[in-house]
């Protein structure tokens, strides 16, 4: 009888258990094809993947000139970690990603001062708080969307058009709650 309950109770209310759902899937597909790439030293596709996250997330923030810069450092740095390379980063790597995040703080500044009070608030509070600890991104992000749903239509529906990724917390909350289960089941003793 209660097997019967939960089917009930579930399909009752598929269409967010399916998105949830399919958000989970998504981020264990993500996971599992950085985990791969990254065990076999693929850095260029490891960076090509979280990119195209980036993106789905932030269209249009960083020009393509601006992401062959970041890959170029990232898949450097990962590379020399590994021991396949003898020279690091230059500084002309250095100066190429100041310069573009000084670019993405401007398009941010940009993007806010089309928001309403309201929407500038929110924004300024999510960027504050943001967490630089990773095992607190899960707890934060479930604020953010709580925060989020509380704001009224025409706010939310700026905040969407300039900042992409707030229609997208709930995949980023999954996508952050996966992250932090891999933490877990890579720190066990047990691994």
């Given at each position: 009888?209660?097997?019967?309950?939960?089917?009930?109770i579930?399909?009752?209310s598929?269409s967010?258990?399916?998105?949830?759902?399919?958000?989970?899937?998504?981020?264990r597909q993500?996971?599992?094809?950085l985990?791969?790439n990254?065990?076999k030293?693929?850095?260029?596709e490891?960076?090509d993947?979280?990119?195209?996250?980036w993106?789905?997330?932030y269209?249009?923030m960083?020009?393509?000139?601006?992401?062959?810069?970041?890959r170029t450092?990232?898949?450097?740095?990962?590379?020399k970690?590994?021991?396949?390379r003898?020279s690091?980063?230059t500084?002309?790597?250095?100066?190429g990603?100041?310069?573009?995040m000084?670019?993405?703080?401007?398009?941010?500044?940009?993007?806010i001062?089309?928001?309403d009070n309201?929407g500038?608030?929110?924004?300024?509070?999510?960027?504050?708080?943001?967490p630089?600890?990773?095992?607190?991104?899960?707890g934060k992000l479930?604020?953010?969307?709580a925060?989020?749903?509380t704001l009224g239509?025409?706010?939310?529906?700026?905040?969407?058009?300039?900042?992409?990724i707030f229609?997208?917390?709930?995949?980023?909350?999954e996508?952050?709650?996966q992250f932090?289960?891999?933490?877990?089941?890579?720190?066990?003793?047990?691994?």
């Amino acid at each position: 009888l209660s097997l019967l309950m939960i089917i009930g109770i579930s399909r009752a209310s598929t269409s967010s258990t399916k998105t949830a759902i399919e958000h989970e899937e998504a981020a264990r597909q993500l996971f599992g094809a950085l985990a791969n790439n990254f065990q076999k030293e693929r850095f260029g596709e490891v960076f090509d993947l979280l990119h195209a996250k980036w993106e789905k997330f932030y269209p249009g923030m960083i020009t393509s000139e601006q992401a062959k810069e970041i890959r170029t450092a990232f898949v450097t740095a990962h590379e020399k970690q590994a021991g396949e390379r003898k020279s690091g980063l230059t500084v002309s790597h250095f100066l190429g990603l100041s310069k573009t995040m000084a670019s993405v703080q401007e398009d941010i500044e940009r993007r806010i001062n089309k928001l309403d009070n309201a929407g500038e608030a929110f924004i300024r509070k999510a960027l504050a708080s943001f967490p630089t600890d990773v095992q607190k991104l899960s707890g934060k992000l479930a604020i953010l969307r709580a925060d989020f749903d509380t704001l009224g239509a025409s706010t939310k529906k700026k905040i969407v058009k300039h900042f992409v990724i707030f229609d997208h917390l709930d995949e980023l909350c999954e996508i952050s709650s996966q992250f932090w289960l891999l933490q877990l089941v890579y720190a066990s003793p047990s691994s």
